[in-house]
């Protein structure tokens, strides 16, 4: 935290410095044509802001952005939330390219054709991303960790539009209020109770891509085996994972250690790989009477609320 706060602080100041020369030397101010009088004077370096959904839903706080044409931008990427998230500014037309590739290197966007600009996931923090000296043009921006830019985590940058200043606006602000508001609203709702049967009983992750399962309750019967069969239709991974209670939140950060993977975490009773797009069917071992919480162990997911509990009755 600290060095990348350095790191940001010193980007900063080299971009202020930047500026500083830029205004005092006549070559550069003629060389900006036209351009420069869509500038604000003394408005400095082209810094703009981009934020993820504070409540770790799979979208950036706003969806467009710009900045002017033929000069370096620094975007200020912030992630408030724990799911990781990037920005990834992309050549038009390549987003669903970028995505792909993206995916086989875990999120990872360096090295992709196709990428202009972009940093690998993050969270709980901010980063400056530097973008190169671009022409105009609307340039598709996403998120390239698996599943978020399938479930819209996307947007526009629009590069030499005439307002390009930094400064957040009163829509950033209310964009994150209402999306803190819609996840609260959301929070309050989401009790689909599953009717439960030990011969098999059904769970099913959002098909949209959100953070949640469908069912948040579950019922079974104690002392014999049963099997939950988990499906994820969204693009996003997901996993379901029983675990013993009062142990998601230690089961939760032991596994985003090791990318969402379950397995061997104590305080686990079952559960898989995570899985997108597709089905898969847990055994569960006999259980006694009590109510066991259940989780997605992808980082950050159970963080943004993925979780549900399963009732034991004897
Ligand atoms: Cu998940």
Known sequence: MKIRGWLALSALTITIMLAGCSRADPSMIADSTGAGSDTPAGAGPATVEIAADASGQLKFADETLSGPADQPITVSFSNPAAVPHNWVLVEPGQEQAV????????????????????????TSATEPIQVPPTPAGEYPYLCTVPGHYQAGMAGTMTLGAAAATGEPTDADVQGAASAAASSAAQGAAGSAVAGGNADGITVAADPSGQLKFQQTTLQAKSGTDFTVNFSNPAPVPHNWVLVQPGQENAVATAAAAKGGDPSGIEGVIVGGQPIANSSETVTVPAQSPGTYPYICTVPGHYQAGMKGELAVTP
């Open 99 to 122: 995505a792909t590739a993206a995916q086989a290197a875990n999120g990872n966007p360096a090295g992709i054709e196709g990428v202009i600009a972009g940093g690998a996931p993050i």
